[in-house]
């Protein structure tokens, strides 16, 4: 009975508990994806000119089993730009998988020292962040994802 009355062993039991689940958590949340990708630093722009896209490098596509394809056509992404202010604009929209590379809309046109931002809710392609450089660079074909996707 003392002991359960004893302020240092429910502080003891209480850390333990926190800690254990914290070291549960970070384990839970580190992926086991077998997917490596990559944030490029060249975006895209839409045929329009209206809307912009990161732009995911998938490096090991050909290596990947049918079903890992599968999901990687069906990722939510939430992208936010931080600018130099430290106002963010964010977007949660699906990427659009072509070929080895997925593009991820942004809420609107990047611009140079800004933070770029990507998480992926699945977890099946790695969270990444970006400083905009200066010399700001759009892949010269254009997309057009408006057709799949209203924006």
């Known amino acids: 009975m003392k002991l359960l009355k ?5 502080a003891m039991t209480l850390g333990v508990t926190l800690v254990g689940a914290g070291i549960v958590a970070i384990a839970a949340s580190c992926s086991n994806s ?3 990708s990559k944030l490029s630093n060249q975006f895209a722009k839409s045929t329009d000119g209206k809307s912009f ?11 990947l089993s049918n079903d890992d394809k599968k999901s990687l056509s ?4 939430n992208a936010a730009l931080t600018s130099a202010g430290n106002k963010t604009e964010s977007t949660l929209e699906k990427g659009h ?15 140079p020292n800004e933070q770029l931002t990507i998480i992926n809710k699945s977890g099946l392609i790695k969270t990444s962040g970006l400083l905009i450089p200066n010399n700001l660079n759009y892949q010269t074909e254009k997309v057009n994802f408006e057709t799949t996707q209203p924006g």
């Not at 004893?6 to 429910?10: A, C, L, R, T, V």
């Not at 072509?98 to 990047?110: A, D, F, M, S, T």
Request: charged residues 35%.
């Open 34 to 36: 077998t997917v490596k």
């Open 74 to 77: 069906n990722i939510e992404f």
């Open 6 to 10: 004893n302020k240092k062993f429910w």
């Open 53 to 63: 896209y990161a732009v995911y490098e998938i490096e090991n596509f050909k290596d």
């Open 97 to 111: 998988l072509v070929g080895e590379k997925i593009y991820v809309k942004l809420p609107r046109e990047p611009k």
